[in-house]
């Protein structure tokens, strides 16, 4: 699978691949990075992490709810060292690597930390990265939702709207990416929580 070059790159052919070989930072997506990054990269390349399952257990004040009725957006929990998290990883261009952080700080500042975890990627391409920087919410962060059944996370979810728009929204859009550029992977949290959602928005 070729990866994909970014529309807002400002990097040409010619650069490319200098620029990848002397690049060393990447940022992984694994909830609306994947579809919405507003930051410049030079490529993106589909993979996964080990060791994380992806959990809808982070409130969002702001993006996906609001400070009185906070939305759930997804976070990294601690697993087995099998269990893999899909998701996209982009090259961010030496030049933009200060912007981009202070836009991605922004953006995650609702209980997310930087973490560097190791990439993997079934795509053959030289310029792969072996390490990427990741957005996490752990338990101990002031935003942490926690555990709940499916059921009740998707009745908080399909009622939750914020700055970027409903939270069922954000369920959805996901669940699609995952089945686009992992459709052999069985994702059975998230899509457990898709068929709840849908069930609830079907009975109104």
């Given amino acids: 699978m070729k990866p994909d070059k970014s529309e807002n790159s400002h990097i040409?052919?010619?650069d490319l691949s200098n620029s990848l070989k002397n690049h060393t930072f990447w940022i992984f997506g694994y909830g609306s990075l994947i579809w919405k990054t507003n930051f410049p990269f030079i490529k993106k390349y589909p993979g996964y992490i080990k060791g994380y399952t992806r959990r809808f257990?982070?409130?969002?004040?702001?993006h996906r709810g609001t400070n009185d009725l906070p939305g759930r957006v997804v976070t990294l929990l601690p697993s087995t060292n099998e269990s893999r998290v899909w998701g996209i990883?982009?090259?961010i261009d030496n030049r933009d690597i200060d912007n981009v952080c202070a836009g991605l700080d922004l953006r995650e500042r609702a209980g997310?930390?930087?973490?560097?975890?190791?990439f993997h990627t079934k795509t053959n391409e030289d310029q792969i990265?072996?390490?990427v920087t990741v957005y996490i919410a752990d338990?101990?962060?002031e935003w942490f939702a926690g555990e709940a059944s499916?059921?009740?996370i998707a009745s908080r979810i399909a009622v939750c709207r914020g700055t970027s728009g409903s939270n069922p929204e954000y369920v959805h859009k996901l669940a699609a990416e995952m089945r686009r550029i992992a459709p052999e992977e069985d994702d059975k949290h998230l899509f457990e929580l898709e068929m709840?959602?849908?069930?609830i928005e079907n009975s109104y």
Avoid: C, G, M, R
């Fill in 12 to 14: 040409n052919d010619n």
């Fill in 57 to 62: 257990y982070q409130f969002s004040p702001d």
């Fill in 89 to 91: 990883a982009y090259a």
């Fill in 112 to 118: 997310y930390t930087k973490k560097v975890i190791q």
């Fill in 129 to 131: 990265p072996s390490e």
């Fill in 139 to 141: 338990e101990n962060n």
């Fill in 150 to 152: 499916i059921q009740q």
């Fill in 196 to 199: 709840a959602l849908k069930s």
